[in-house]
């Protein structure tokens, strides 16, 4: 089975720019849910989709915003970009519910904001 | 804030021997995972232990749960130069939400 794929891999943006990031999760797999990784606050999480549906929220600014779509693939959007949004994004897939079982993580979006 | 601690913060043994690294977590949890992070690429389960189990063993891990100490640890026996990495415990608390701790980060020197 193949595994959580994100893309893109890596990306540089500047100040007050938007990027969108691409998650498709284990086939079979509803839900979604997105981490930010940095060297200063660690592992924290953004947000969960299941069934299309935003599930639970992390503490983050409204600039972080995500969708899922039928396919359970899923999108995160960061609108005008700070130099702080400078991480790795993580998106992980489980099945069924994301807090009860195993998460698969994805190799990251590593993400430069100049 | 993170509900997971991890101590120590960083370990550094020589190849062969065992690793110990703990967890401390504040509330009443669900279930308690240890993740495997290779050097700034995405995270890979290792194991995941239920509030109501004390030990669990997958290969060369061993963890533990405490839960009236709110405590877990993680044993990896006969290190390999392959283990260096960064392990991170993770709870869920009954919020649908993975919370991750800061992380130890491991060398294993040969």
């Known amino acids: 089975k193949a595994g959580v794929t994100q893309t893109p891999r890596y990306l540089i943006k500047t100040r007050g720019q938007q990027v969108t990031l691409s998650c498709s999760p284990i086939s079979g797999h509803r839900s979604v849910s997105w981490y930010q990784q940095t060297p200063g606050q660690g592992l924290q999480f953004l947000f969960e989709?299941?069934?299309?549906?935003?599930?639970n929220k992390g503490n983050f600014p409204g600039r972080f915003s995500g969708r899922q779509f039928s396919n359970s693939r899923s999108e995160m959007n960061v609108s005008t970009l700070e130099l702080g949004d400078s991480a790795l994004y993580l998106c992980a897939s489980s099945f069924p519910l994301a807090y009860q079982e195993t998460q698969y993580f994805g190799p990251g979006t590593r993400l430069l904001v100049l | 804030s993170q509900q997971g601690e991890e101590d120590p913060q960083a370990l550094s043994i020589q190849e062969g021997e065992n690793a110990t690294m703990n967890c401390s977590y504040k509330t009443s949890i669900n279930n308690l995972q240890w993740y495997r992070q290779n050097s700034g690429r995405g995270l890979v389960h290792l194991i995941l232990i239920r509030s109501n189990e004390r030990e669990k063993h997958s290969g060369r891990l061993r963890v533990t749960l405490d839960t009236s100490k709110k405590s877990s640890s993680l044993l990896i026996t006969a290190s390999r130069a392959a283990d260096t990495a960064s392990y991170f415990c993770?709870?869920?608390?009954?919020?649908?939400?993975?919370?991750f701790g800061q992380g130890t980060r491991l060398t294993i020197n040969p």
């Open positions: 993770a709870t869920s608390q009954g919020a649908q939400k993975l919370v």
């Open positions: 989709y299941f069934s299309e549906t935003q599930r």
